[in-house]
């Protein structure tokens, strides 16, 4: 009974901690909002005395603004890129947003304004890897998202999705390839749609792996997270819930928002369920208590992000997942403990974000149970417990599980000189898991030389069609 209780107390602050940062990162986007629209009036009436109400000038430049926006909210591609240099696409993770969402914030905390060939895609922010993937294809090259046939039916949604009239880079191909760089479960994302291109899953497009120049993980959820465990996944399967738990909060929560469906809230911010069609308008009040009761949706299916993010489900996509000998890969693992008589424990308590400290407490202390059969042959919990508060540090280096891939350990840059692709480079940095992201002054210097090490490194060092050979062994 104690236990249980103690349980509740946890979620309790969890899910208080959760929605505060929550609404504290959309009030922000608000208030950043109504600023800019009203220094935009205050510049507009100083210019000039606005046109007559009901005038042809008014109506021009109401239906201008609204175009605009609606372009961007179903997406269609306001900027075009040409063939090169190759665009730099930043993928955003877990809960995330891209350009035209959430107003003017940025995921990326504005690095993307370092390099003026940097796209920020949009994609589902709880939908699952394979979803979000095919999604991120359509974004690029234009058309309608084909999120496949088989999966569809399978899942139980629609087979396709938002129309692209032209994507943000048409003219993407082996000739004209592109680097991406991904945080968290985007780096995820970005390896499934590799494989994708490479096994030529899109019809009508005659792809191959050479389509990417180089992937670069931030963070990155390469091997799965013990903090989905936490969260309320089951430990048995990787797949099943916890009866009460803090994602089945977020479960009711998400189901809610998509059925009550307010337009001008969702254009602002979306989970990315449209496909699953769970708007009161197509379901009505049954279609909710189904949903609500697991019956139908995403949720019932597993057709969304944390059974991928458990060690069980990144497992399985491992397991049908390359390391391609011409593109150029690096990672930087984050992590926000240290050993203190020789027990892990966060490294500091002022370093880390508020939200979670305490997650990263509790993936220090976590143990497999002795009565769940283990996720890999070789699991030991202590390999599991450096942390960032969102992934285990093990997990974001380099594909792993159940096969390693090639790899290599990085103190210095002069250690990926000569670079070599097909060769997963890795740096292990003190960070917490969201330090590079959403606000730039938390992370001062070392944001701008991160982001500014990336791009250099696109730009300068990853660029070439014709790669050297790459060594059979692997170093550590």
């Known amino acids: 009974m104690a236990r249980f209780i103690l349980s509740l107390m946890e979620l309790g602050v969890s899910a208080t901690v959760h929605m505060l940062f929550g609404l504290y990162v959309f009030s922000t986007a608000v208030a950043a909002d109504i600023s800019q629209a009203a220094a935009a009036s205050g510049c507009l009436l100083l210019r000039r005395p606005p046109p007559p109400a009901g005038s042809a000038e008014g109506a021009a430049l109401v239906d201008v603004a609204a175009a605009g926006e609606s372009d961007e909210r179903r997406g269609a591609a306001p900027v075009i890129l040409d063939a090169s240099p190759p665009p730099i696409v930043l993928v955003h993770g877990i809960f995330g947003f891209g350009k035209g969402r959430l107003g003017g914030l940025s995921y990326f905390a504005g690095a993307e304004k370092k390099d003026d060939r940097v796209l920020v895609p949009d994609l589902g922010s709880l939908t699952s890897i394979h979803d979000r993937a095919r999604e991120l294809f359509y974004y690029l090259k234009g058309g309608q998202v084909d999120y496949g046939e088989e999966h569809s039916k399978a899942c139980g949604h629609s087979r396709f999705g938002r129309i692209y009239h032209r994507g ?161 890969y690096f990672s930087y693992a984050t992590k926000k403990t240290r050993k203190l008589f020789g027990i892990t424990v966060p490294s500091s308590v002022l370093g880390v974000h508020p939200m979670l400290f305490l997650r990263v407490l509790q993936m220090c202390m976590w143990r497999h149970p002795q009565n769940a059969p283990l996720p890999y042959k070789g699991y030991r919990d202590e390999d599991w417990e450096d942390n960032d508060g969102a992934l285990n540090t093990i997990s974001m280096t380099h594909p792993r599980i159940p096969v390693e891939h090639p790899h290599r350990f990085v103190v210095d840059d002069s250690d990926c000189h000569p670079l070599q692709p097909g060769i997963w480079y890795y740096k292990i940095i003190e960070a917490d898991h969201i330090l590079f992201i959403v606000n730039r002054e938390r992370a001062g210097v070392q944001f701008d030389l991160l982001y500014d090490g990336i791009f250099q490194r696109c730009r300068k060092h990853a660029f070439t069609k014709s790669p050297p050979t790459v060594p059979n062994e692997t170093s550590q």
């Not at 993407?172 to 991904?182: A, L, Q, R, Y």
């Not at 291109?197 to 899109?202: G, H």
């Not at 254009?267 to 379901?283: A, L, P, T």
């Open 168 to 328: 943000h880079y048409p003219v993407w191909d082996e000739h004209n390839p592109v680097h991406f760089v991904g945080h968290s479960a985007g780096a995820q994302v970005v390896r499934v749609l590799h494989q994708m291109l490479a096994d030529k899953a899109f019809p009508g497009h005659d792809t191959s792996e050479d389509w990417v120049l180089s992937l670069t993980s931030m963070s990155g959820a390469l091997n799965g997270t013990t903090r989905t465990y936490y969260d309320g996944m089951l430990v048995e399967d990787g797949r099943s819930m916890k009866s009460v738990c803090l994602l089945q909060l977020c479960r009711l929560g998400v189901i809610v928002y998509d059925w009550l469906d307010i337009p001008w809230l969702k254009n602002y911010y979306n989970f990315g369920f449209d496909h699953y069609e769970m708007s009161r308008r197509k379901v009505g009040f049954s279609g909710l208590i189904n949903l609500l009761l697991g019956h139908k949706g995403p949720f019932a299916s597993g057709d969304w992000i944390l059974p991928d993010l458990t060690i069980q489900g990144s497992m399985k996509q491992n397991s049908t997942l390359r390391t391609f000998p011409n593109t150029f």
